[in-house]
């Protein structure tokens, strides 16, 4: 469980990276703010290209912008987005998520404000793992 206090700036951090969006093609901004074990927080937001198949979420922009940083340990990620329904991350961002920590808390924003969390297994069970022989 991470601190209220930690939670509310990984909420603000996401809520400001949201504005960032770069979504020429959907319109649908998406900002994600990730923290690791150290404390560090990481902003992502989701990027669209022409050549659409290009486009990254804004989850996996945070752990990649997370992981380059040196960082590998994660505890929480904030998702938030321009819509009025909670948006739960794709397929791909929950598999990516998952094989850095199962137990890794996820916490949904509307565009109203609303949260909600959970923990991400509980949204991916029996995800791959590669079983290295
Ligand atoms: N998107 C995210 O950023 N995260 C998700 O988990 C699902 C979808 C983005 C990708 C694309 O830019 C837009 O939302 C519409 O699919």
Redesign the pocket.
Known sequence: MISKSQENSLIKEALKVLKN???P??G???G?AILSSTGKIYPG????FDALTL???????ALFGAVSGGDKKFTAIA?A?SSNEF????G???QALVEFNPKMEVILITKKKKIKSFILKDIIPNYFKLNRV
């Open positions: 969006s770069h979504s093609h959907s649908f901004k998406v994600a937001t989701n990027v669209e486009t990254v979420c804004a989850e996996r922009s998702v987005t948006i739960y991350p794709c791909l961002c929950r």
